[in-house]
C-alpha cells in the first residue's frame, strides 16, 4: 500500500545523497578566484551532480520490489521523465561551464578551448558524444515526437541511455577535479555505479528469469468480454509465492511471434489463485488484436508484481470509483475487499461495461452496492461524477477511503469533484495508468 | 513549465551560494618587493614575483639574479591541495626552472638545431618561441 | 601562430610578427616586421615555399624531383631553378670530395641543399620588399638579415641564435650572435641516424650535431650535411679550410670543438 511515507522517503534519500556529492565537492576544493574559477568551480557541480542524478533515474526505473512497492509504479515513472529533463540541462550546463572556465583560465577562447578539451583531454571526446547521445534521447522522449512514433521505438531508443552512461563515466575520474586527486572518493563513485548496476541487472534480468523458471507462466486461454475487451487467463505453479495483491499488475510478455518484443503492463482483474491469473486487456489495433489471438500453452514471461494501489485496512467504508479500463483493478479489489464497498462503474456505452456479471453476483454475495453510470456527457446533461452526484450514489462519502482508477481526465475530475464532497486528499487512492 | 524556472532558479541559487563560500577563503595579495634573501653570496639578489591564483591553487616565483644572469629560481608556492596538483608540481616545476635557465634566460630569438619534423616541432624550443614564450 | 611582440628599444618601437608555416615535412618559422605582412612580402615568402615543396619534394610522387628520379623527364623540362639546384650541388660535391651528394644512396634526392636555399630565398623575398631586419628558420636552418632591435649606439643588436644541445633535449649548448648571415645544423637529435656517408653507406656516426655559421644558408646547409657525413677527424680540417664560413661540433661524448672564425659569433656560453 502506497503512504505518504514511502515517495517522501525516498526523496529523502536521494536528497541526502545529493548533499553528500555536493560535499564531496567541497571537500575536493581549495579556494576559487576569478571568473574562471567561478566557471569551473560551478562546472564541477553541475557535472558531480548531473553523474548522481543519472545513477539515481536508473535506479528508479530498475524495478526495485521494495521501492515499486512503497512509491507506485507510476510515481516512479514521473519522478524519472521529471529527473531526466533536469539532468539534461545539469549536463548541458556542466559542460557549457567547464568549457568556458577552462577558456577563461588558459586566456583563449571557447571555440579553441572546446577544440583543446576535444582532442587532447582524455576521455573528454566520449563523455560529449554520450551527452548528445542523451540530448537525442531528450528529444525522442518529448511528447511531440512521442506522439508520431510507436511506443516500442521510443523504448528500445530510451536503451541508448546505458550507452552514454557507460561512455561518460571515464572521464568523471580522468579530468574531474574531485576524483584524480582522491582515490577514496574513486572507490565510492566506482562501488555507487556497481551497485546500481548490479541491481538493475538483479531485478530487471536475473529475477525476471528466476520466475520465470520457477512458476513456468503459460496463457491457459483467452475470452472475449466485449468487442473491445479480452481476458487472458495465465496459469502456473506456487503462484502464492508471488503474493500478489488487488490492484497490483505485471509486466507481461507473451512469447510469441509479433508480441515477444514487447512488454506491457496489466493489471491482475481478479484475485490470483495458486495457478491461475486474469488480466483483461482494453483496446484497439493489433496489439489487442494479437493478444486476442493468443493459443493456449504460450509461455509468458511475467514480471512483477508491480504496484502500490492495494486496499488499505481501516475498517473504513469503501468507495471504488473505476472509468473505462479502471475497473480491471477495482474488479480485483471489489472481490477482497471486506466491510462496506460501493461500485461506481463509469463507461460511456453498455458496450464497453465488462464483468457485468461478475460485478453484479459479488455484489450480491457480500451485500455490496454497484452502481453503473453509463452514458456521456451529452446524455447526462451534466457531470454525472459531480461532488452532488458522488453523495448521492454513496451515502457517508466523506467518511470513506476512496480508491479510484480511470483514464487522466476522468481521474482528474474525480479527484476535484471527491475533494469538493469533503474526502479528505490523504484517503483518495488512485493510480495514473499513462506511464 | 513552471516547475522548470523553479528548478532552474534553485540551481543557480545553490551555485552562487556555494561558489560564493569557496572564495572568501582565497585572498587576494599583491606583493612585489624584492626580498633579499638573507643566506645569498654576494652579488647575488632574490627577485620575489606576485603570487599568481590559478584555478588550482596560488604559485609564487621567486628568481636569484646574478650580474643580469638568472642563476637559480624557487618556487615559494604552488598548488597543493590536492594529490593531483603535487603530482603536477613534481614534474612542471623542475621542468620551468629548467626551461627557464636554458631558453628563456638566454633570450634568444631563434634556435638551431638538426632538422625537426612537423610533428617534432611541437616539442621543440622553436615552438616556445613562435608562441610567444 | 602569428603573435605581435614589441621589440626592445628606446624610441622606435617597431613591430615584429612571427609565424609558423608548416611545409615541406617541417615548420618555417618568421620573425618579420609587421610591415612584411601588410606589403604582401610574408604571403609571398610562403607561397614561395609551398611551390619549392611542391617541385622538389621528394615524398610527392609528381615533384620535378620525382620524376627526375625515375627519369621520366629531363632537366630541360623543369622548373629553370632545377638546373642552378643542380649546379650547385655539384659544386659542393666537388669541394666536399664526395660527402655531400645530391644523389645519397644511389636516389636523385637534392634535399640536403633544396631546404637551406628555399628558406634563403624566402629571406630575400622580405629583404626585397625592404625589410632590414628578419629571421627566417627552416626546421632548425636559420636565416638572419638585421639585427633584433637597437642597440642604443645607432646600431642594431644581432639576433641570437641558440643551438639546441643534441645531447640535453631542451637545453642550449651555445648562443650566436647573428646579423646578416646563417646557422644551418645538422645532427642525429631530431630524426636519428638520418645523415649516410654515402662513401660507406651507412649513418654517419662520430658527431652529435654540427653547426655552420656564414653568409647564405643554402650553402651553410649542404656543408654542414656534408661536414657531418665526414666524421670528426675529416671535418675539423675541410671546415676549417672553408672561405667565409665556420663550423661548430659536439661530439656524441659531449665534447666540443669549433673552426678558429667561429669563435667572433660566439655571445654566450
Known amino acids: 500500500m502506497a503512504t505518504a511515507v514511502g515517495p517522501r522517503a525516498l526523496l529523502a534519500a536521494i536528497a541526502a545523497g545529493a548533499v553528500a556529492v555536493l560535499a564531496l565537492w567541497w571537500h575536493s576544493t581549495l579556494s576559487l578566484a576569478g571568473l574562471g574559477g567561478w566557471l569551473t568551480g560551478a562546472g564541477e557541480i553541475l557535472g558531480l551532480l548531473a553523474g548522481y542524478a543519472v545513477v539515481v533515474l536508473v535506479l528508479l526505473m530498475a524495478r526495485i520490489r521494495p521501492i515499486e512497492r512503497a512509491v507506485g509504479a507510476d510515481r516512479l515513472a514521473r519522478w524519472h521523465a521529471m529527473g531526466g529533463r533536469y539532468v539534461i540541462g545539469l549536463i548541458s550546463g556542466h559542460a557549457l561551464a567547464i568549457t568556458w572556465g577552462y577558456a577563461v583560465t588558459a586566456h583563449t577562447n571557447p571555440v579553441s578551448e572546446t577544440a583543446t578539451l576535444l582532442t587532447t583531454y582524455p576521455d573528454v571526446l566520449m563523455a560529449t558524444v554520450a551527452w548528445f547521445l542523451l ?29 552514454a552512461i557507460a561512455l561518460a563515466f571515464s572521464h568523471q575520474f580522468a579530468v574531474g577535479a574531485a576524483f584524480t586527486g582522491s582515490l577514496v572518493a574513486r572507490f565510492w563513485w566506482s562501488a555507487l555505479y556497481l551497485v546500481v548496476a548490479a541491481l538493475v541487472l538483479w531485478y530487471r534480468v536475473a529475477v525476471p ?23 487472458i487467463y495465465v496459469k502456473g505453479r506456487y503462484l502464492k509465492e508471488l503474493a500478489a495483491e488487488p490492484g497490483q499488475f505485471f509486466r507481461w510478455r507473451f512469447l510469441t511471434r509479433g508480441l515477444w518484443w514487447q512488454s506491457h503492463p496489466y493489471s491482475l482483474s481478479a484475485v490470483p489463485s495458486d495457478e491461475l491469473m486474469r488480466i483483461t486487456v482494453q483496446g484497439i489495433g493489433d496489439h489487442s488484436a494479437a493478444l486476442a489471438r493468443l493459443r493456449p500453452g504460450t509461455r509468458v514471461l ?25 475497473i480491471t483493478p477495482l474488479r480485483a479489489m471489489f472481490a477482497a475487499l471486506s466491510g462496506t464497498v460501493t461500485l461506481i462503474y463509469r463507461a460511456s456505452t453498455w458496450q464497453d461495461i465488462v464483468f457485468q456479471s461478475e460485478l453484479d453476483a459479488i455484489a450480491e454475495a457480500r ?30 462519502l466523506h467518511r470513506m477511503d476512496v480508491y479510484l482508477c480511470g483514464p487522466p481526465g476522468m481521474t482528474g475530475n474525480a479527484v476535484t469533484a471527491l475533494t469538493e464532497a469533503g474526502v479528505p486528499r490523504r484517503r483518495i487512492h488512485y493510480e495514473s495508468f499513462e506511464f | 513549465m513552471r516547475r522548470a524556472i523553479l528548478a532552474v532558479t534553485a540551481t543557480v541559487a545553490g551555485l552562487v551560494a556555494l561558489l560564493s563560500f569557496k572564495t572568501h577563503s582565497s585572498s587576494e595579495r599583491t606583493v612585489a618587493s624584492p626580498e633579499p634573501a638573507a643566506s645569498l653570496p654576494p652579488g647575488e639578489r632574490a627577485i620575489t614575483g606576485n603570487v599568481a591564483n590559478t584555478a588550482y591553487g596560488p604559485v609564487q616565483v621567486q628568481v636569484v639574479v646574478a650580474t643580469s644572469k638568472i642563476v637559480k629560481v624557487n618556487v615559494l608556492e604552488q598548488p597543493e591541495s590536492t594529490e593531483h596538483d603535487l603530482q603536477i608540481g613534481q614534474f612542471a616545476f623542475p621542468k620551468l626552472i629548467g626551461e627557464t635557465l636554458s631558453a628563456q634566460s638566454a633570450r634568444i630569438d631563434s634556435v638551431s638545431g638538426a632538422t625537426y619534423t612537423s610533428g617534432g616541432y611541437i616539442k621543440s624550443l622553436q615552438s616556445a618561441l613562435d608562441n610567444g614564450a | 601562430m602569428p603573435s605581435a611582440t614589441p621589440s626592445p628599444g628606446a624610441n622606435a618601437v617597431t613591430v615584429q610578427v612571427r609565424h609558423a608555416e608548416h611545409v615541406m615535412g617541417t615548420v618555417v618559422s618568421f620573425d618579420v616586421p609587421v610591415s612584411a605582412r601588410h606589403d604582401g612580402s610574408l604571403d609571398a615568402a610562403i607561397r614561395w615555399l609551398h611551390w619549392v615543396d611542391r617541385v622538389f619534394s621528394p615524398y610527392r610522387a609528381d615533384s620535378d624531383v620525382s620524376l627526375l628520379a625515375r627519369a621520366e623527364v629531363s632537366v630541360d623540362a623543369c622548373a629553370p631553378e ?26 636523385f634526392d637534392p634535399s ?17 620588399a625592404g625589410s632590414a631586419d628578419h629571421v627566417v628558420n627552416g626546421g632548425g636552418d636559420v636565416q638572419c638579415a638585421g639585427g633584433r632591435g637597437p642597440d642604443g649606439s645607432g646600431g642594431r643588436e644581432p639576433w641570437r641564435v641558440g643551438i639546441a644541445d643534441p645531447l640535453r633535449p631542451g637545453r642550449l649548448a651555445l648562443v650566436v650572435a647573428a646579423s646578416d648571415c646563417a646557422v644551418a645544423t645538422s645532427g642525429t637529435a631530431e630524426r636519428g641516424p638520418h645523415i649516410i656517408d654515402p662513401h660507406t653507406g651507412r649513418p654517419a656516426s662520430g658527431l652529435a650535431s654540427l653547426t655552420i655559421v656564414g653568409p647564405s644558408l643554402a650553402l651553410a646547409d649542404a656543408y654542414a650535411t656534408a661536414a657531418f657525413a665526414m666524421g670528426p677527424a675529416r671535418a675539423r680540417d675541410w671546415t676549417a679550410s672553408l672561405e667565409g664560413y665556420a663550423a661548430f661540433a659536439i661530439t656524441g661524448t659531449g665534447a666540443t670543438w669549433h673552426t678558429p672564425g667561429f669563435a667572433r659569433h660566439i655571445a654566450a656560453v
Do not use: I, N
Open chain 1, 302 to 326: 511475467a514480471e512483477g508484481p508491480f504496484g502500490a494501489f492495494t486496499p488499505v485496512r481501516t475498517g473504513r467504508s469503501v468507495l471504488l470509483l473505476a472509468g473505462g479500463v479502471g
Open chain 1, 209 to 231: 528469469v528466476r520466475d520465470f523458471a520457477r512458476h513456468q507462466f503459460r496463457v491457459a486461454g483467452v475470452r472475449q468480454e466485449s468487442p473491445h475487451t479480452v481476458s
Open chain 1, 367 to 396: 451485500g455490496a452496492t454497484v452502481h453503473y453510470v453509463v452514458g456521456s456527457r451529452r446524455d447526462f446533461g451534466a457531470d454525472p461524477l459531480s461532488a452532488t452526484a458522488l453523495r448521492r450514489l454513496a451515502p457517508g
Open chain 3, 82 to 107: 632545377m638546373a642552378e639546384v643542380l649546379a650547385a650541388c655539384a659544386s659542393v660535391r666537388d669541394l666536399s670530395g664526395g660527402y655531400f651528394t645530391a644523389a645519397p644512396g644511389g636516389q
Open chain 3, 112 to 128: 640536403g641543399y633544396v631546404k637551406g636555399w628555399a628558406v634563403e630565398r624566402a629571406a630575400a623575398l622580405l629583404a626585397g
Open chain 1, 135 to 163: 540530448l537525442g534521447v531528450a528529444a525522442v522522449s518529448a511528447r511531440a515526437a512521442r506522439r508520431r512514433m510507436s511506443y516500442e521505438t521510443w523504448y528500445y531508443l530510451h536503451f541508448y541511455t546505458y550507452l
